[in-house]
């Protein structure tokens, strides 16, 4: 069973940095169309940055020149490394990734929290 599992959330603070990975763990071929998406509560989840297999890039205007999402084939892992921080930055971060197993599908992680603090 392929699951997309996200790592490097946690605490920052505004200025510095955090690095997040989400990585295609199972049965896994390849993966393309890789995303990552945040969410605070009472609000709509919303594209941060995305990543098509020719490694063309999309930011949202709110992170771009801070951001940046990059992808390592042969580990089927997708970072963001996200740069001068900000408090707004602070939500629930997801990764969603088409996966070739037995097909391709597309899936979303768990989640990782971060926290920016002032």
């Known amino acids: 069973q392929v699951q997309l599992v996200e790592s490097g959330g946690g605490l920052g603070q505004a200025g510095g940095s955090l690095r997040l990975s989400c990585s295609a763990v199972?049965?896994?071929?390849?993966?393309?169309?890789n995303g990552w998406f945040r969410q605070d509560p009472g609000k709509q989840r919303e594209l941060v940055a995305n990543?098509?297999?020719?490694?063309?890039?999309n930011y949202a205007d709110s992170v771009k020149g801070r951001f940046t999402i990059f992808k390592d084939n042969d580990k089927n892992t997708v970072y963001l490394q996200m740069n001068s921080l900000k408090p707004e930055d602070t939500a629930l971060y997801y990764c969603?990734?088409?996966?070739?197993?037995?097909?391709?599908?597309?899936?979303w992680g768990q989640g990782t929290q971060v926290t920016v603090s002032s």
């Open positions: 199972g049965r896994t071929l390849s993966i393309d169309n």
């Open positions: 969603n990734a088409d996966v070739l197993s037995t097909r391709w599908l597309n899936y």
């Open positions: 990543i098509s297999c020719g490694n063309s890039a």
